[in-house]
């Protein structure tokens, strides 16, 4: 089934350690990007990428970084997990940036 | 600022007919998106409006009006699977979807 597979489905990781979301999709869009949702707000955009071999900082980049080395994976790292960063982490892909966008099932993140 | 405002929760009976607004103030306009959210799962499209007027898909209808900053959601003979978040999310200036806090909609029987 064509989609969007992000991994894992949820973790606990402890504050100051290292963390890859994963994500890959098989739809071959173009725009991949990394949303976070927190209680009360809406999903706001950390990083994204209109094509293989660029990304661009969103609303909420900092503590986060990213790579799209093929049209296909966008792994989101956390390189010293803080508190604040224990989120739901959604994955989307769109065929260009001015189509809608196809979410995965969302990472389930808490740091203590 | 950039800003998205929807009611927090609403709640409707099964079968009846509900709207859902969305005012929005960006920098620039792309086009508006809807999405449904059922607890603990991803959003998915619902609708799309770039021009004014009404865009209907089976049960569920969108409107805008850019002049007025403005779009709802119309859902008809509500059933209980329609109970879920709702998000309006506009595509500004940057191509990059400015999305609002969601409308939790709650269908009583």
């Known amino acids: 089934i064509a989609g969007i597979t992000q991994a894992p489905t949820s973790q606990i990781l402890a504050a100051g350690r290292r963390m890859t979301l994963r994500c890959t999709q098989d739809m071959r869009h173009n725009a991949m990007y990394w949303y976070r949702q927190d209680l009360g707000l809406g999903l706001r955009l950390i990083h994204y990428?209109?094509?293989?071999?660029?990304?661009g900082k969103g609303e909420v980049p900092d503590g986060y970084s990213v790579s799209r080395a093929n049209t296909d994976d966008f792994p989101l790292t956390l390189a010293s997990a803080v508190p604040s960063q224990t989120s739901v982490y959604f994955c989307?892909?769109?065929?260009?940036?001015?189509?809608?966008?196809?979410f995965g099932d969302g990472t389930r993140l808490s740091i203590l | 600022g950039q800003n998205i405002d929807q009611p927090t929760e609403m709640t409707a009976t099964e079968g009846a007919i509900v709207q859902i607004n969305c005012t929005y103030q960006t920098s620039g306009f792309n086009g508006l998106f809807w999405y449904q959210q059922h607890a603990g799962e991803a959003p998915t499209f619902l609708s799309y409006n770039v021009l004014d007027g009404l865009e209907e898909k089976g049960r569920f209808s969108s409107f805008l009006s850019r002049s007025k900053g403005y779009s709802y959601l119309l859902l008809k003979e509500l059933q209980m699977k329609d109970s879920a978040s709702y998000l309006c999310a506009v595509r500004d200036s940057n191509y990059q979807l400015i999305w609002g806090a969601g409308t939790k909609l709650i269908i009583k029987p």
């Open positions: 989307a892909s769109s065929d260009r940036a001015n189509q809608p966008q196809h």
């Open positions: 990428s209109n094509t293989a071999g660029t990304t």
